[in-house]
């Protein structure tokens, strides 16, 4: 696989990105549509290397998908009853921690495997609490198989989920299905991403599935319910949206997206308000039109992204352009992402030539140093990958690893930068 030069422009970026569908967003959706009373229609689906994953899993257990002839991100979920089949988790947390409790109301075995590096990532909070449930399972993490037996037990479980919300979430998410539901409660340190936990809750609701919680975020409940067929239209993905508002953060330029959420539960419409504290001025205009537009130079932050871990790449790249110290706190958690990201990030900043330290929580990263151009390292993180063609845009040279990794939540990626560069051949 040979390493992508990414863009660097000869002038500011002035550019409008369209966005696929949300990629938390999508995979819940399929989610309740498979446990759903009806079929039901989604319209604007992600299709990308986890979203597909979520696709084939669902339906090697059953389910029926099938695809429009002409539009391949308007999918119909037929349920069915749930049979043995084999799940491949890829690198995908949400396939990794929201199939298994799915997998339990099927009848049969249900296998898991996902990628090599995905081996490391938590997942034993999930399978242990569906083993408090009743759940049979073999296994600790990937590969593992549950043994499925048409239905869960539920009732009360108590997990430690400081380490991922998705541990939350991919109970919750099929919960109403379960004899008894589920009462969960959280002893440890914060629960992380908490806006995910928002968004599962919030379309929950929407399928007719209400869910009780308390507001220091330590307890869910869900009773046993009739999951309602919903007609889903898929948001845009705000977290991939902020790698090219970032761009206009980098360049001094102006990048807009349409069809931004007025109101939305994806972490994603943080960068927002990341990008301000960092000089950028935003405007979102009342057709949906979101604006950016960088300024001379970028102003250092110190921010807590524990709500917001998913958006770190971006930020740490644009921390290592910024003129002064940046602190990045709260986000222990990212150690358990794709890869160590807080290790990934630091290697490859200091690798260009940055000044990036790792702490027990978060970076410390000085800015507005000398980069020059080096092969920045992938790790298989679609958002690492991402942020070295942030550094690329202000780096003549810069070459990334692996950027066909972005396909986890992205395939066009590359073309889509390139075109937004005014760089595409
Ligand atoms: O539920 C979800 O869709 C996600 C939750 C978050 O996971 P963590 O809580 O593990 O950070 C986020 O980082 C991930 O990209 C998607
Ligand atoms: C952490 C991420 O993904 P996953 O859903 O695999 O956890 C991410 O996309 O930043």
């Given amino acids: 696989m040979s390493n992508w030069v990414a863009p660097f422009p000869a002038s500011p970026i002035d550019a409008t990105v369209d966005l696929p569908g949300s990629k938390s967003i999508t995979n819940r959706a399929l989610i309740l549509a498979a446990l759903a009373d009806g079929p039901s229609r989604i319209t604007g689906t992600l299709r990308s290397r986890d979203t597909d994953l979520m696709l084939d899993g669902l339906a090697a257990m059953g389910t029926g998908i099938a695809y429009d002839a002409t539009d391949p991100t308007t999918v119909t979920v037929t349920p069915d009853p749930l049979h043995a089949g084999t799940v491949d988790c890829g690198l995908a947390g949400t396939v990794m921690r929201f199939l298994p409790a799915v997998g339990a109301l099927a009848s049969g075995d249900i296998a898991f495997d996902g990628d090599e590096q995905a081996r490391s990532r938590p997942l034993d909070t999930v399978l242990d609490a569906l083993r408090a449930l009743g759940v049979d399972i073999d296994g600790d993490g990937l590969p593992f198989v549950v043994h499925g037996t048409g239905s869960v037990r539920g009732g009360e479980v108590t997990i430690d989920a400081s380490a991922s919300s998705q541990f939350v979430s991919g109970l919750l998410l099929s919960a109403a299905r379960f004899t008894n539901g589920v009462q969960i409660t959280h002893v440890g340190p914060p629960v ?23 507001r220091d975020a330590t307890r869910w409940t869900v009773a046993p319910t009739t999951v309602r067929a919903v007609d889903w239209a898929i948001e845009p993905d705000l977290s991939n949206a902020s790698v090219f508002l970032a761009a206009a953060a980098a360049t001094a330029g102006r990048v ?18 990341v990008l301000q504290q960092m000089g ?18 970028l102003a250092p932050v110190d921010a807590d992204l524990h709500d917001i871990g998913e958006l770190t790449p971006t930020i740490a790249a644009l921390c290592a352009l910024a003129d002064g110290t940046s602190t990045l706190r709260g986000i222990a958690h990212l150690r358990g992402h794709e890869t160590d990201r807080l290790k990934a990030l630091s290697t490859e900043i200091n690798r260009v030539g940055g000044d990036c ?10 800015g507005g140093g000398t980069l020059h151009a080096d092969v920045w390292q992938s790790y298989a993180d679609h958002r690492m990958a991402t942020a070295g063609a942030i550094l690329g845009l202000r780096v003549n040279g810069m070459q990334v690893e692996n950027v066909q990794t972005t396909a986890k939540t992205m395939p066009d990626f590359v073309a889509m930068w390139e075109a937004m560069a005014g760089t595409a051949s």
Avoid: C, K, N
């Fill in 280 to 297: 950028a001025a935003v405007d979102h205009s009342a057709d949906g039109l979101l604006t950016v537009r960088g300024p001379e130079s």
């Fill in 192 to 214: 992380p991403s908490m806006p995910h936990i928002d968004m599962t809750i919030e379309m929950l609701q929407t399928a007719g599935v209400a869910v009780e919680f308390d």
């Fill in 357 to 366: 330290r790792e702490t027990d929580d978060g970076l410390v990263i000085i």
């Fill in 256 to 273: 807009s997206v349409p069809r931004w959420p007025v109101t939305t539960t994806q972490p994603g419409a943080a960068i927002v308000d």
